[in-house]
């Protein structure tokens, strides 16, 4: 009788797991859940070896790249206006290629001149006119010097240009 109980036992208990292993554990299956936007990092090279340009994607997002800078110094800064001059100029072919551009005008000539205020503030003077420039390009404009100019990237920037300045304003 012993073993007639433990065979009906082993049976029940087999049965048993099978019922579950079968009928799952009660979650039904989903589509794809959206959570917002893709995860960001804060890219912040070293400032003496790179400098952190923004440019803008294909969506108009601002994107940041870090450029290598030969400088003869390395325990310097790169100066404001260098970095103002490299982010003027545009992304570079490969940056391009990678599908980058920038909402800002090449200036014809004129100074670019980059100071800084004792309370942190940026004031970033540009040879063109600001105020018709897009959203996207003054933030290129206002995340580069931040980045630049107080190093990261929370300064209060305003930016200058031959048409007046712009309210201040934070990357």
């Known amino acids: 009788m012993r073993r007639t109980l433990s065979r009906a036992a082993r049976a029940l208990a087999a049965c048993a797991s099978a019922t579950v292993l079968l009928t799952g554990c009660g ?26 340009l923004f440019f803008l994607s294909s969506q108009d997002r601002l994107m940041p790249v870090a450029r290598p800078v030969r400088t003869d110094d390395l325990s310097d800064p790169v100066p404001g206006a260098k970095v103002l001059a490299a982010l003027l100029a545009g992304p570079t072919s490969a940056e391009r290629a990678a599908g ?11 100074a670019l001149m980059i100071s800084k205020a004792s309370g942190g503030e940026v004031l970033a003077t540009v040879p063109f006119a600001v105020r018709s420039l897009t959203t996207a390009a003054v933030r290129q ?27 201040a304003a934070r990357c």
């Open 27 to 52: 979650v039904r299956g989903t589509g794809v859940v959206q959570a917002g936007g893709p995860a960001t990092v804060a890219v912040v090279p070293f400032p003496p070896q790179r400098m952190l």
């Open 141 to 167: 404009l206002v995340c580069t010097m931040a980045h630049t100019e107080g190093g990261d990237g929370i300064a209060e920037v305003t930016v200058r240009g031959t048409d007046g300045p712009l309210p």
């Open 100 to 110: 980058l551009h920038t909402g800002l005008p090449r200036p014809e000539g004129g």
